[in-house]
């Protein structure tokens, strides 16, 4: 079975940093791209970067750009979001999909969600 697991949410203070992981199973881990994604209650999902050893990297968002990195490590089957310089409006719950290939926004499978609370 397809597996995302995300880890390492929590309660940070502004300006601080996070990483977040995304440990995979169940498919080739190259064979697919994996996004994170974050919402806030009653808002839409939405899509931040995503990673596939064939594009490379995505942005979905200008609003993370020079504050949050993704990267893999396809030993441990593994994505990461650094997150730096955050800010409270980054409160959300954070998701990470899988799709296959390519980066195209819309993952078949995801992840249970990491909490990260940023205050102020």
């Known amino acids: 079975d397809v597996q995302l697991q995300a880890s390492g949410g929590g309660l940070v203070q502004a300006g601080e940093s996070l990483k977040l992981s995304c440990a995979a199973s169940?498919?080739?881990?190259?064979?697919?791209?994996i996004a994170w994604y974050r919402q806030v209650p009653g808002k839409e999902r939405e899509g931040l970067l995503c990673?596939?050893?064939?594009?490379?990297?995505?942005y979905y968002s200008d609003s993370v750009k020079g504050r949050f990195a993704i990267s893999s490590d396809n030993a441990k089957d593994t994505v990461y979001l650094q997150m730096n310089s955050l800010k409270p409006e980054d409160t959300a719950v954070y998701y990470c999909g899988a799709e296959h290939y390519y980066c195209s926004g819309y993952p078949g499978y995801w992840g249970q969600g990491t909490l990260v609370t940023v205050s102020s």
């Open positions: 990673i596939s050893s064939r594009e490379g990297i995505t």
């Open positions: 169940g498919f080739i881990f190259d064979d697919y791209s």
